[in-house]
């Protein structure tokens, strides 16, 4: 059985010996479009990494190269983070074995993915609660996990700062990455991913970061990470280099054969240069620079003249023309150089035959005699803790989350408070005449219900603010979707719609003085509610459909319209074109509007007071009598308004409004959980 196997990731498992990664001629494509017609615009396939082998050895190492050289692309592939559809061919093994299906989360893959609103010590708790089983952990081993990690990754200070976003100040950035790589090392993976770590960070801090890597990869970790341009002192730490340049390995092998391995193919390294900027010159295609700086080296050890900086500075300037001046041609023969010399080269050999032997002891143990490109890497996950802990957990963050930026609560709040006062003002203590009292309660209704609808837009942004957060966490087995979805769904509809709805509901249903029964208060509230509850399931389905708010906000406007003029009050539904009445029966606004309705107009008497001034509507109810017409009002009923509009008022029908706007906030949540599992997990 291989080391990896037996591994248990709740064990402190950072073994002696350590797991060695290989991969083995990986082959990665990916779609992309080949002109600048958009939408509709030709694609086709672009190759990242071509047919690239090496291995990691336990120890930091690093994936290197310029820009776009593919060094991203081939860590996700080993982290089994790429898109697998993009994978041609190619083996990836640890330890001379095919990875176990949980290794995305056996191994740790660092990413920015730390919540700002929540401490370093909260942060690193919600790792801990989540991905250590509470069966071989309980609380106060949790706890003191915690506690190590911030011990050993030096965060005692900051412990309980806000680790801070875009509003509020928290710890710096290299305090930031030290948590991000915390959040990995709770399960203190045997492999631990990192891309470009030390971007963004001044020359020290990226420093201080690589030497903490250096001393994670102690004792047996393999720490791979990719990483753009190292300097000397980041650059002496590394124990395997692989070098790419446009999908092609140009250099594997140990760091301290790379400066040699260049001497020999034509580029010497000069003295007091560091050897990650000259490899980087080289495969970048300042190659004449390169060569350049590596013959003023040697010239000045034997010419004074040429040690003078003006002459020094005059080669440069030449070295930077004939470089501007390369051809593409020669730049691609330059690459294709750099490709063959390095697999013709002794040493890829050596790493060859070391490789060679790997998938030799992987095929006769499985039988296989060719390379498998692994189609199926997120096949299941055995989560650490069971759903209703995770989702406990999860909440309890979300809440943490809104509680320190209660911004949108409030604004939602006030929002509701704003706009029922003016409702309540406008439609003051509505009488029953015969003359506004019908139509003043008709707009008031469509008004509510439109309000209710627009104000659930804000629901629009809660599943693209932390898209980023719940892509890692998903995909590194924290939580599974459904709680991910819940927490969110609860957190936002509760303190967001419900409580502001209520509010809302107390202020205008007494100012306008509708009729004041208990049960037709609350079924007021209930509509309002139901009304709130399907127009956010809607904004939530688009939010979970799509990355951009602008984009969602687009989307979501177009339905909203057609709602609202299938909603019975803008125009005759009966009369609008017969292929879109359907749109009718999917109306938020139609059984809202509805529902109001009925509730307020059955059993109101509306009378024409022109002609009959001072008349009293209470009982007995003289426009139902036909004795004298003359001295009767004119006047109306509710139900007599309802029939006129094609609204049933039956007990039934009257709920049915309320089952239907259910009905419609199931099926959009429904939808919006199907598009939450769908969401691409891979990069
Ligand atoms: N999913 C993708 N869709 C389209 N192109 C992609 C995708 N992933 C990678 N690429 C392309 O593949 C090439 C290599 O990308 P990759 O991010 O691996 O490079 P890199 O060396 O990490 O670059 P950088 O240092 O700029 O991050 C780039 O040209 C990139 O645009």
């Known amino acids: 059985m291989s080391t990896y196997t037996t591994l248990n990731i709740e064990d402190d498992r950072t073994s002696a010996n350590g797991i060695t990664l290989s991969f083995h001629d990986v082959r990665y494509e990916v779609k992309q479009k080949l002109n600048d017609v958009p939408i509709c615009g030709k694609t086709g396939m672009k190759d990242i990494l071509n047919g690239v082998s090496g291995y990691f050895p336990p120890g930091l190492n690093a994936i290197m190269g310029p820009t776009g050289s593919g060094k991203t692309s081939l860590l996700d592939v080993l982290a089994q983070r790429k898109d697998p559809r993009g994978l041609k061919e190619g083996l990836v093994l640890l330890d001379n074995e095919k990875p176990p299906e949980d290794f995305r989360l056996m191994s740790g893959y660092v990413d920015d993915v730390v919540m ?121 730490l590394l124990q395997r280099l692989v070098i790419l340049n446009k999908g092609d390995i140009v250099y594997s092998g140990p760091t301290d054969a790379s400066v040699e391995y260049f001497r020999n193919i034509g580029y010497s390294c000069p003295q007091f240069h560091n050897p990650a900027d000259y490899f980087l010159d080289i495969v970048g295609g300042d190659v004449n620079t390169a060569k350049l700086i590596g013959n003023l080296n040697a010239s000045q050890e034997d010419s004074a003249e040429a040690s003078d900086p003006k002459v020094k500075e005059a080669k440069l300037v030449d070295a930077k023309a004939i470089t501007e001046a390369m051809t593409a041609d020669e730049e691609k023969d330059n690459s294709r150089y750099l490709v063959d010399s390095f697999a013709k080269s002794s040493l890829a050999m050596v790493e060859s035959q070391r490789l060679d032997e790997i998938k030799q002891i992987f095929f006769s143990n499985t039988g296989s005699d060719h390379l498998v490109a692994r189609k199926n890497v997120f096949p299941g996950t055995n989560y ?12 309890r963050r979300t809440v943490i989350n809104m509680v320190r930026n209660p911004m949108l609560s409030i604004a939602q709040v006030a929002l509701q408070v704003v706009f029922g006062v003016l409702i309540g003002l406008i439609y003051y203590q509505s009488d029953t005449s015969f003359e506004s009292g019908i139509q003043n309660r008709a707009g008031c209704f469509f008004f509510v219900i439109t309000w209710q609808v627009m104000a659930n837009l804000s629901a629009l ?91 969602a906000n687009i989307l979501v406007s177009l339905p909203y319209i057609l709602m609202m003029l299938f909603g019975g009050f803008l125009a005759n539904t009966e009369s609008l074109l ?16 509805n529902a109001l309705t009925v509730n307020e107009m059955k059993g109101l008497v509306f009378i024409d007071n022109s002609s009959y001034p001072g008349f009293n509507i209470s009982s007995p109810t003289p426009c139902l009598s036909t004795i004298d017409h003359t001295l009767i009002p004119k006047c109306t009923t509710g139900e007599t308004y309802m029939d006129m509009q094609g609204i049933p008022y039956g007990v039934w029908e009257t709920w049915e409004n309320l089952v239907l706007l259910g009905s419609i906030a199931v099926g959009f949540l429904l939808l919006a959980y199907i598009q939450m599992r769908r969401v691409n997990k891979f990069k």
């Open 578 to 593: 017969d292929w879109l009445a359907w749109i009718k029966y999917v109306s938020i606004f139609r059984y809202g509007i």
């Open 461 to 551: 942004d809660l599943f693209i603010r932390n898209r980023k957060h719940f892509i890692h966490e998903s995909a590194s087995g924290y939580y599974r979707v459904s709680v991910y979805f819940i927490a969110q769904v609860f957190a936002d509809l509760i303190p967001n719609r419900l409580f502001p709805n209520l509010i809302f509901s107390a202020i205008i249903y007494f100012m306008i003085g509708f009729q004041r029964t208990v049960a037709k208060f609350f079924f007021f509230v209930l509509t309002l509610f139901a009304t709130a509850i399907s127009a956010s399931s809607m904004a939530f389905l688009v939010s979970a459909s799509v990355r951009l708010f602008a984009m």
């Open 384 to 395: 650490a803790n069971g759903f209703f802990k995770q989702a406990a957990i999860v909440t």
């Open 116 to 236: 700002g609103t929540l401490t370093v010590r909260e942060n690193l708790a919600f790792s801990a609660n989540l991905r250590l089983s509470s069966k071989r952990f309980d609380k106060q081993a949790k706890k003191d996990k915690v506690d190590h990690v911030i011990n050993q990754l030096g965060l005692q200070a900051c412990a309980d700062t806000l680790v801070g976003n875009e509003f509020v100040r928290g710890v710096s950035g290299g305090e930031r990455k030290r948590v991000n790589i915390g959040m990995e090392m709770i399960l203190d993976p045997p492999i631990l991913f990192l891309d470009e770590p030390t971007t963004g960070l001044d020359a020290n801090t990226a420093n201080l970061t690589v030497l903490l890597l250096y001393k994670l990869a102690e004792g047996g970790r393999n720490v791979i990470m990719s990483i753009h341009q190292p300097r000397y002192s980041i650059f002496t």
